[in-house]
């Protein structure tokens, strides 16, 4: 099936509205397990949120791009909702980070990668040719 962009991106919004929507009602769910586990939690969708509105020119604060990802202000969140981290929480998290960076480089690498030719003109690996 053959999606317009358009469409795409209201489907994307959709799903990005039940996710949020999804972790406010999981208040169980705390963001050192999603980090653990899945390699982002609340504070990743707030920042990327941010992220997004800074390269569209927004004025969106870091608080509260948070604030629209919790449904309240972040101070408020975690004094109701946030327990402290246990030790193999914080090496689980630790080690999903780390995963993270390394995906992240291999990306930057892909797309370095595909930014030069595969191989460099013969003007500058041969004499006489330039």
Known sequence: MKIDEATRER???????????????????????LMGYGGFCRNCLSDWLFEAASA???ELTKDGARELIYGMPYADYKAK????????????????VAKNVACREAMLDDELDDSFPASDPPSMTQPGHG
């Open 81 to 96: 909702h946030q327990t402290p981290a246990s030790s193999e929480q914080l090496r689980r998290m630790d080690e999903s």
């Open 56 to 58: 569209e020119g927004l």
């Open 11 to 33: 489907l994307e919004a959709a799903a990005f509205r039940r996710l949020v929507q999804h972790l406010r009602q999981r208040t169980d769910v705390q963001n050192v397990d």
